[in-house]
Structures are given as structure tokens and as C-alpha cells.
């Protein structure tokens, strides 16, 4: 089965600051992947070229056999790749169940025998249909992070992005979030996830990509990675902080 | 839910039927130029309100479209075409004008669409000033062949504003509006769902510059006369703009109620006070911006709501 993502040699400068050097990487259909590395790795970056919000200054981004670099993101969200925002980006004025809607009504792939019939199921299945009529403006920030993930659900995505989904989450709150990406994948729709939480990450994703300073550093199944010399290098400082001692393997998980 | 929305039509078609019969009971000629004008200013505060309130693209420069639209109908009536059809001309001459208006300015965004609009408007008044086919800054005339008769204006103008309403609560309505919406609310996350942003906008330029078009044209039918300092003013340009934020920017009844508040009192202002009465307008805006920014609707549903909890609590309370 070909990849239902492709990134082929993907480089992103800002005027002189080179954000993405030759990123390649490929995604099968299927599963949690998660995109980690230090601030200033690239990692939204990458995610923003990937939805359409960024055109790369080279590469390719192939989706299901197309090349969706330098597509507008409506583009590729009829393609079929739909982002979350790291800051929730609500339709301040409009209700939580219209912000549904809109992904709903403009996310334009085919509806498949497992989707939702509609908005108001697609929040109960997030757990906030009780807030359906309200102003998404009211929300608190865990609901707002629900409303991001709902409307992203409702334009039926086959690459599911999401950026730093539990940032600012308590722990249950992030379960929470947890526990439904497990869910959508259950259903067959691949996820990237950037996340600075890496417990969070290690214990959804069933493969991770590090990056660092704009390139790809590492990437395999959680325990590869986090046994990989240069990601506790990049992470720990390997001669700083531990004084020279190998941090000990699996150190992330352990938190 | 459908009996409230079938009882808002029927309240609706109630107004324009008293609307319809108010000119032939013997209201004076004045009177009737009064709710003319009313009618034409709320047509384009509809049109305004349906780019700027429900798409948040706040435009100064709609003067082009009404001013376009009075050429158009004007030239159109002259070479003897039925004033249907010459209001059709004009709306869709204001049309193509809003592409290839619309085509470069929708890639700024806020406050620089904004000035951008300010720069073509202006433009476009002092090109034609200077077109001699239509008299340049002389102005042009309708050579009238008939009688003139002030009822088929006043018909004409309520059909439009009638049809505006119609398309603003079609659009409010429709999946078109929502993405309107969307885009005012966040233009990059409505992207990220689907909305094409430029496209949206476009069309609902293109739509309120038809309506207001053919408003241009229906006033030059009646005044007979234009000239680019009337009709291409950077004032008409503000005033379309500050009669759905006084009404209640982005709702349905907002437009309206600013519309019939500007027709109603414009004249007067302008006659009582001929230099302040931008200065009245400015002072009204601010004080709207500050204070209330849903405008008028939001200051009535206000009242009303304060009206009706205190009268439950009387009743409560006996």
C-alpha cells in the first residue's frame, strides 16, 4: 500500500532563517504519528506546509498521490488533510454547534458508513454537547481544544493534524484528548501529532518523528527513539546537564 | 421555529403592504420623494451590510458602485431601454466592477482593504470627471420623453429594497453566509476548514455591488440628473458604510432601521446644519463604536429585554 503521506526533501526559509532543511518522511495509512523536538525545530512550521497554510520554498508533499505543496489549506482540506490549531482559533461570534458546521459543510470529501450524521453528533462524541448553543467565545480553554478537534472531525479528514493539542490541558483534560485520538485512529483516520508534551506523545503514537534545528533527527517506534543517542543529545544535553553520564534509556516515558 | 420564521414573513409582507397602499392615501409629493430616497438608502445598507456585517470586509468605497450604476441606468434610459432593463445594466456594470475591484484589494486584509477601497473610489470619481462622453464634471441628464410620474419611482425603489431584504435573509440563511461569517470571525481558521476565503468574498462583493448598482440606477431615474460630485462622492461612500453600523452591523434589521434613520433625517441635517452635519455623523459613530457597537438593534433588544425582566418581576412580585 503506497504512503498516504509523502514529504520529499520539504525546505521552508523565512527570509534568512532556514525553518525546514530537506525534511523527508513518509506516513502509512493508519495510525498516531508524532512529530516531536525542541522549540524552534520546525515542527509547526512543517504542520502549517503540510495543511496549505505555508508553501514550502522546495520539496513535495504528496497526499494520496498528489502534490498538495503551495495548495491553498481549503485545498487541502478537501483533499482530505485538516488541521487543530495549537491556539484555538473559534468563530468567536458564532455557536459552538455553527463552528461544527462549517467544517461540516465545506470539508467536501465522501461520507463514509462510520461518520456522523451530523454536527451535533460529532459534539456529543467529543463530550460537549451540552455547550452546543453557546457562544464558542464562552468556552474555557480544554472545551475550546474540543471544539478545534470537533470541527477538524467534521470535515471528515484522512490526515488528521494536530498541533499541541493538550498545551495548557490539566492531566484528566489530556487524557481526555488522549483517549479520543485513539479513538479516531480506531476509525481509520491517520494522525501527525505535534506535541511538546512527550509523555503525552510517547504513549499514543505508534511512531515518532524528531526533528531539530530544521531537520529530521530521528524516527521509529517510541521506544527506538527515546533510546537514540542523539535524541537524549538533544534533549538532555548529553555531556551537560547528566555530567557526562548516559541518561538512563527510556527516560522519557518514566517522565 | 417554522411558525416564528412563516409569522416574521408575514409581518414583513404586512409592512410592505402598508408600504404599498401608504403613497395613495394621499401622502404629498414630498413625502413620497422623503421614503423614495429612504428606500434607495436602505437597499444599499443592505448591500453593505451583506459584504461588510456578515463577511467583515468594512468598504469605503461603494459610492463606485452607486455612482457606476446611476451612469449606467442614466446612459441606458437615454439610448431608450426600458428602465428595467437599464436597472439591470446598472447592476451589472457595479458587478464587473467589483471584480476587477475586488480581484487585487481581497488580498489585503482589514484595515488595508480598507484604504485600498478609499484609493479606488477616489479614482475612480476623478476619472469620471473627466470622461467627456458623459459631460465629465457637468454632469450628465436624462432626456425624459414621458410624463413624469413619482408613484413608478416610488414602486421601483420599495421592489428593490424589498429584493435586498430578500437576498440579505437568503444569504444570512444559506451555506454562502456562513462562510461570510466564518471569515469575518477567523479568515485563516475558515481556510483550514474548507471555506475558500477569496472566492466567498468576491461573490458577496459582487452581490452587494449589483444591488447597489441598480440603487444608483433607480436614484438617477429620478433625479435626472448626476454628476460625479454627486453620485461618486467620497461622503456617499461613508454614508452606505455608516447606515448598517448605526442600524446594527452583521444582523438582518440593522441595515434597515440605519437606512430608514439616514433617508429620514439626511435631508434635514444637511439643511439645518450644512457644516456640521458630518460632524453629527462622525459624533454619532464614535458614540455607536464606544458604547453599542450592535447598533441600534442591539440598544432596542436592550431595552426590550430590561423591559420584559422587569415586567416578569412585577409580576412575580405583585
Same mark, same amino acid.
Not at chain 1, 527515546?226 to 516515558?253: C, H, K, L, M, S
Not at chain 2, 441595515?255 to 439645518?272: M, N
Given at each position: ?9 520539504? /525546505? ?17 495509512? =493508519? ?21 496549505? /497554510? ?10 494520496? =498521490?498528489?502534490?498538495?505543496? =503551495? ?55 467529543? =463530550? ?28 471528515? #479528514? ?70 537514540? #543517542? ?18 538512563? #534509556? ?6 | ?154 414602486? %421601483? ?130 458614540? %455607536? ?30
Amino acid at each position: 500500500m503506497p504512503p498516504i503521506l509523502s514529504l520529499d526533501r520539504v /525546505s521552508k526559509n523565512f527570509a534568512g532563517l532556514k525553518a525546514l532543511k530537506e525534511v523527508s518522511f513518509e506516513l502509512e495509512q =493508519g495510525g498516531i504519528y508524532g512529530l516531536i523536538g525542541p522549540n524552534g525545530a520546525g515542527k509547526t512550521t512543517l504542520l502549517a506546509i503540510i495543511s496549505g /497554510s505555508l508553501e514550502p520554498t522546495s520539496g513535495a508533499v504528496i497526499f494520496e =498521490g498528489r502534490n498538495l505543496a =503551495g495548495a491553498k489549506s481549503f485545498a487541502a482540506v478537501r483533499a482530505g488533510v485538516v488541521r487543530t490549531h495549537q491556539v484555538p482559533k473559534p468563530f468567536r461570534a458564532l455557536s459552538v454547534l455553527e463552528n461544527v458546521e462549517v467544517g461540516r459543510r465545506f470539508g467536501c470529501r465522501e461520507r463514509s458508513a462510520g461518520d456522523p450524521e451530523d454536527a451535533a453528533q460529532i459534539l456529543d462524541w467529543v =463530550g460537549i454537547a451540552h455547550l452546543a448553543h453557546a457562544p464558542s467565545a464562552t468556552l474555557s480553554v480544554g472545551d475550546q481544544k474540543r471544539l478545534e478537534l470537533a470541527r477538524a472531525l467534521a470535515a471528515r #479528514p484522512a490526515l488528521l493534524l494536530c498541533d499541541e493539542i493538550c498545551s495548557g490541558l490539566t492531566e484528566a483534560e489530556t487524557a481526555c484528548i488522549l483517549n479520543l485520538l485513539r479513538k479516531i485512529d480506531k476509525d481509520g483516520t491517520t494522525i501527525l501529532y505535534v506535541e511538546h508534551n512527550l509523555r503525552a506523545i510517547m504513549s499514543v503514537s505508534q511512531h515518532v518523528i524528531v526533528m531539530n534545528y530544521g531537520q529530521k533527527l530521528a524516527e521509529g517506534t517510541p521506544q527506538m527513539v527515546q533510546n537514540d #543517542p542523539a535524541v537524549i543529545e538533544v534533549y538532555i544535553g548529553g555531556t551537560g546537564i547528566t555530567g557526562g553520564r548516559q541518561p538512563r #534509556p527510556g527516560f522519557i516515558a518514566r517522565g | 421555529m417554522k411558525f416564528v420564521r412563516n409569522s416574521a414573513v408575514f409581518r414583513f409582507a404586512l409592512l410592505v403592504a402598508i408600504l404599498v397602499v401608504l403613497p395613495l392615501l394621499g401622502l404629498g409629493p414630498n413625502a413620497v420623494r422623503l421614503l423614495f430616497v429612504t428606500f434607495v438608502w436602505v437597499t444599499v445598507s443592505i448591500a453593505w451590510n451583506i459584504l461588510g456585517g456578515f463577511g467583515g470586509q468594512v468598504s469605503f468605497g461603494f459610492a463606485v458602485f452607486y455612482g457606476l450604476g446611476a451612469y449606467a441606468a442614466a446612459l441606458a434610459v437615454n439610448s431608450g431601454l426600458h428602465t428595467v432593463v437599464a436597472l439591470l445594466l446598472a447592476a451589472g456594470v457595479a458587478m464587473l466592477a467589483s471584480f476587477v475591484i475586488g480581484l487585487p484589494t481581497f488580498r489585503l486584509r482589514g484595515p488595508y482593504f480598507a484604504i485600498a477601497t478609499i484609493g479606488v473610489s477616489e479614482a475612480v470619481r476623478v476619472v469620471m470627471t473627466n470622461v467627456p462622453m458623459t459631460g465629465g464634471a457637468s454632469g450628465y441628464r436624462i432626456l425624459e420623453t414621458g410624463p413624469f410620474r413619482q408613484l413608478d419611482h416610488f414602486y %421601483i425603489s420599495l421592489a428593490l429594497a424589498v429584493l435586498a431584504m430578500a437576498a440579505s435573509v437568503e444569504v444570512r440563511r444559506s451555506k454562502f453566509g456562513l462562510a461570510l461569517l466564518a471569515i469575518r470571525e477567523d479568515e485563516d481558521a475558515a481556510s483550514d476548514l474548507g471555506v475558500n476565503p477569496f472566492r466567498a468574498k468576491l461573490l458577496a462583493h459582487a452581490l452587494a455591488a449589483a444591488l447597489t448598482g441598480a440603487a444608483g440606477g433607480v436614484y438617477a431615474q429620478y433625479a435626472a440628473f448626476i454628476h460625479p460630485q454627486g453620485v461618486f462622492a467620497f461622503s456617499i461612500g461613508v454614508a452606505i458604510l455608516l447606515m448598517p453600523i448605526i442600524g446594527g452591523v452583521g444582523t438582518i434589521w440593522g441595515p434597515v432601521i440605519g437606512g430608514v434613520v439616514y433617508g429620514l433625517i439626511h435631508d434635514e441635517l444637511v439643511a439645518s446644519f450644512p457644516q456640521l452635519h458630518l460632524l453629527i455623523y462622525g459624533s454619532l459613530l464614535i458614540l %455607536i463604536v464606544l458604547f453599542e457597537p450592535a447598533g441600534l438593534v442591539g440598544l432596542f433588544g436592550r431595552w426590550f429585554r430590561t423591559l420584559a425582566s422587569a415586567r416578569r418581576i412585577r409580576a412575580a412580585n405583585p
